[in-house]
């Protein structure tokens, strides 16, 4: 949490690797083997003794920035931040900076990340738990097509759900893992937040 405000924070989860975000990961692993395979195997007849000689040290050197570069958008954090009266941005956060998403005019030069959605808390529509039966059955019901997932996973039972209104007027909602600091803080900015007791206590920030 900064110290600006008690009511700024910054909040950041590993995705659990499941579904197609654990089908990407191993795809990605299965790359880093089969491509330098591919490569040598299809160089060889032309280069034969110079593919040994130059290209595989070559790759050898590349190889760490080359996975150290991909693997974090398949290895990524979940981050949202609080502050500037109660706006919530989301992010993907890559870690150190590499690449910053131009399309993004609020990203931080220091670090890589992706952008997902920037709101004012107070103009969310529901904030309610998203595995609670009631609160699930309610979300069902309004037959929201456009949902971000930014959970660590949709089976957290501390899994919130944010419902919102994009530009086109159409109904959006955004999953997120909530802690106690964060629903503190949505209690306080909107008033349509349901509190209710999370299933563990703690915090866990990025510094």
Do not use: Q
């Not at 909040?11 to 880093?32: D, H, N, Q, W």
């Not at 059955?137 to 997932?149: E, L, P, Y």
């Not at 999953?175 to 106690?180: E, H, N, S, V």
């Amino acid at each position: 949490m900064t110290g600006e405000n008690k009511y700024n924070f910054d909040y950041a989860v590993p995705k659990k690797p499941e579904g197609s975000y654990k089908t990407k990961r191993t795809l990605m692993k299965i790359a880093y083997v089969v491509v330098p395979i591919a490569l040598i195997a299809a160089f060889y007849p032309l280069l034969n003794f110079i593919v040994f000689v130059v290209f595989v040290p070559l790759f050898a050197i590349l190889s760490r920035p080359i996975i150290g570069g991909t693997w974090r958008y398949v290895n990524y954090d979940l981050r949202y931040e609080i502050k500037n009266a109660g706006t919530i941005r989301f992010t993907h956060y890559y870690g150190k900076k590499f690449r910053v998403d131009k399309n993004d005019e609020h990203a931080d030069e220091k670090v890589a990340e992706k952008f997902i959605l920037e709101m004012k808390i107070k103009d969310f529509d529901v904030v309610a738990p998203y595995n609670d039966p009631e609160h699930r059955a309610a979300f069902d019901k309004m037959g929201i097509k456009n949902v971000i997932d930014h959970s660590s996973s949709p089976s957290n039972p501390n899994v919130y759900y944010a419902t919102y209104r994009n530009d086109s007027g159409e109904m959006c909602a955004i999953l997120f893992d909530m802690i106690d600091r964060t629903l503190s803080i949505f209690e306080h900015y909107n008033k349509n937040t349901v509190v209710t007791e999370l299933h563990f206590s703690g915090e866990e920030t990025l510094k």
